[in-house]
């Protein structure tokens, strides 16, 4: 098993730099995730990584060794593609046999290890059908298996379950999490779906526009997201915003005036932002509570029943809407008036820079 | 058609009462092809057991097998046959080969890509008889040839391509008619494929040549079956380039079937031998239609 170093990774496309320096190290057996809006450079990094696009400057280290310029076989990778791209005029055995054969190992040695890995992955029965005779959620073990029959130092995986349906999607996740924590291979993982990063990683790279924006385990991004974006883009339903007026702070919290006039203590710190300042209050809608009556309130406008949760648009009074999440069997109704609690614990303060306020008092799960 | 008739009951008056408005509405179409092509074979047939010269009108009345017999039995014929697919063979491989290393080198990024692939498409567009004259006039002619003027400007001695490798010259003019069609096909083919599929096999460690022959070879193995098939039928009626170039010489040199046929009938007049040699062409004709479609299809199914 191996280690990954991205040292200051830059690529530059025509005239367009995608990726704006990269920097980011993986452990042995470490599952990252590398997750983004779609267009934020994840599968363009990734494939740097694996030699298929080239470096323009930068290092790129696997145990410690550059390989900027060696060949995407010799660098001690395999890759599974979002489409599969098995060989369709090749069976089961000889998709997963290809590369062993290229590497020059003995018949013997191949039949063992393709028969092993078919074991571990259910796959006996196909090994001599076409990947066209086999449903999606087989192709997608295949393509799995011609990666580990190569005993590669890491695994890299471009959005590999895109293109199965839900039910298939949600199997093959826990079957993806279990298969690493069996083989112990440093993986890297490229998805769009929150869902996948959160359950599977270890580490989440969060991207944006070609440049890193936070680092860290899924829980860390979920308590203590770095700025706007990753607060916006970590959760669902997303985080509510509204602005409010600094006031004021000490190594206890920070106290901001919200637009009805009201104060909310919370306990981050602020060094150097003047009283004054407008600031962005951030608070995810499974920690906003629901009251009948009270301060802050507003009229719900759209009610989502999902049945153990339900989703509550509140519209307030200057205009904006924040949802909330709250019990499957809350009886509230449209175009009533309700009020709504913010517990300080929870919520997070952005400076203008959009930058977040350091909260006091790391969550223990995100430690 | 199918789509109306779906909705209507499988069995029953109805059913039989809209298969015969079916033939009925067929009938037109079919009796003009079977007009079109089975009268001139008829004809054919007959002609050939006949003794039929348009310069001697004494000679006539019915032959029986004598025509085919002079045709199988004149070393000329036998050669004929020969020629014919050395030349579909050679005209073949030629193209095949040289069309399926060009696509592959087309499909990648270089600078003027474009203009290069509407260069080695033009020769297509270009009629037989002028790209065969311009191959003997412009290109090969011993004295004001391009060739010549290349290896004299060498210190070579003009070769007369013509005189010298009829057969071969034939089958480079043909081939390079016909490397443009292969090109357009196998390029369209090597495009579809996966270019995720190219780089699993980069990842896999598969060089250039390991590429080619194991992920881009079989993609391409429909397409050069289709393009084997249609070249091979047309290649086998190559008349015009032949005509301009060497008509058949020096000797029957290069003669293949079609051309012995129009030599015998509007050459010698010999309407009944030309006839018997035009059954014999249509026999090989289906001979290799068979196989073709056999070995075609075959390949489509997988």
């Known amino acids: ?367 | 058609m199918q789509a109306v008739f779906e909705h209507s009951p499988p069995a029953g008056a109805t059913a039989r009462s809209t298969k015969r408005t079916g033939f009925l509405l067929l009938s037109p179409s079919v009796l003009i092809l079977l007009v079109w092509s089975i009268v001139p074979l008829v004809m054919t047939l007959w002609y050939s057991v006949q003794n039929y010269n348009l310069v001697d009108p004494t000679l006539h009345g019915f032959a029986g097998i004598d025509n085919y017999w002079y045709l199988l039995t004149d070393p000329d014929f036998l050669h004929a046959l020969l020629n014919t697919f050395v030349l579909v063979a050679g005209v073949l491989l030629i193209s095949v080969g040289g069309g399926t290393l060009l696509a592959v080198l087309y499909d990648q990024e270089f600078f003027g890509r474009g203009i290069a692939r509407i260069m080695v498409i033009s020769p297509f567009f270009i009629m037989p008889t002028v790209s065969a004259l311009l191959w003997k006039n412009l290109m090969l002619h011993p004295i004001y040839g391009v060739y010549s003027a290349m290896m004299r400007a060498v210190g070579l001695t003009p070769i007369d391509w013509l005189a010298r490798f009829p057969l071969m010259t034939v089958m480079m003019i043909v081939a390079w008619e016909w490397l443009p069609f292969a090109v357009l096909i196998l390029l369209t083919a090597v495009q579809s494929l996966d270019g995720e599929q190219r780089e699993a096999a980069r990842m896999d460690g598969a060089g250039p040549i390991a590429r080619f022959r194991y992920i881009i070879l079989p993609h391409l193995g429909r397409a050069i079956s289709v393009v084997v098939m249609i070249e091979t039928i047309y290649l086998l009626t190559i008349f015009a380039e032949i005509s301009v170039t060497t008509a058949g010489g020096p000797g029957v040199a290069s003669t293949n079937l079609p051309y012995l046929i129009y030599s015998r009938a509007l050459l010698q007049f010999d309407v009944g031998g030309a006839s018997a040699g035009g059954v014999v062409a249509i026999v090989i004709a289906n001979i290799v239609a068979i196989f073709l479609v056999r070995a075609v299809a075959r390949n489509l199914e997988a």
Not at chain 1, 103 to 110: L, N, S
Not at chain 1, 214 to 237: C, D, K, M, T
Not at chain 1, 289 to 315: D, F, K, W
């Open chain 1, 1 to 367: 098993m191996a280690t990954v170093e991205l040292k200051n990774l830059r690529k530059t496309y025509l005239t367009e730099e995608i990726i704006k320096g990269i920097s980011l190290s993986i452990e042995e057996r470490e599952f990252v995730v590398f997750v983004g809006p779609s267009g934020c450079g994840k599968s363009t990094l990734l494939r740097m990584i694996a030699g298929l696009e080239d470096i323009t400057s930068g290092d790129l280290l696997i145990d410690g060794q550059r390989v900027n310029d060696v060949e995407p076989g010799k660098r001690g990778l395999a890759m599974v593609f979002q489409s599969y791209a098995l060989y369709p005029h090749m069976d089961v055995y000889k998709n997963m046999e290809f590369g062993l054969k290229l590497a020059g190992m003995p018949e013997a040695e191949r039949r063992a290890k393709i028969e092993h890995v078919a074991r571990t992955l259910q796959l006996e029965p196909y090994l001599h059908h076409k990947p066209g005779q086999l449903s999606g959620g087989q192709r997608q073990r295949v393509a799995i298996g011609r990666a580990i029959v190569r005993n590669p130092k890491v695994f890299l995986f471009d959005e590999p379950l895109s293109n199965l349906d839900a039910a298939l999607r949600g199997q093959m996740r826990v079957e993806l999490s279990a298969l690493h924590r069996k083989l112990g291979a440093t993986t890297i993982y490229v998805t769009h779906d929150q869902v996948e990063a959160m359950t599977m990683a270890d580490k989440i790279v969060v991207l944006q526009k070609g440049v890193v924006e936070q680092i860290g385990s899924p829980l860390e991004l979920y308590h203590h997201p770095r700025n706007l974006f990753v607060a916006r883009f970590i959760g669902s339903p997303p985080m509510n915003f509204f602005s409010a007026i600094f006031q004021g702070g000490d190594a206890a919290g920070s106290s901001v005036q919200l637009r009805d006039g009201s104060t909310l203590h919370v306990p981050v710190t602020s060094p150097g932002l003047l009283p004054g300042t407008k600031v962005t209050v951030g608070i995810r809608p499974e920690h906003v509570e629901l009251a009948s009556s009270g301060p802050n309130s507003g009229v719900v406008e759209v009610i989502e029943r999902l049945g153990a949760i339900t989703l509550v648009h509140v519209r307030m009074p200057d205009g904006e809407i924040i949802v909330v999440q709250t019990d499957g069997a809350v009886l509230t109704d449209v175009e009533t008036r309700v009020s709504l609690t913010l517990p300080p614990r929870n919520c997070h303060l952005f400076a203008p820079d959009g930058l977040a306020f350091e909260a006091c008092h790391r969550h223990p799960l995100a430690a």
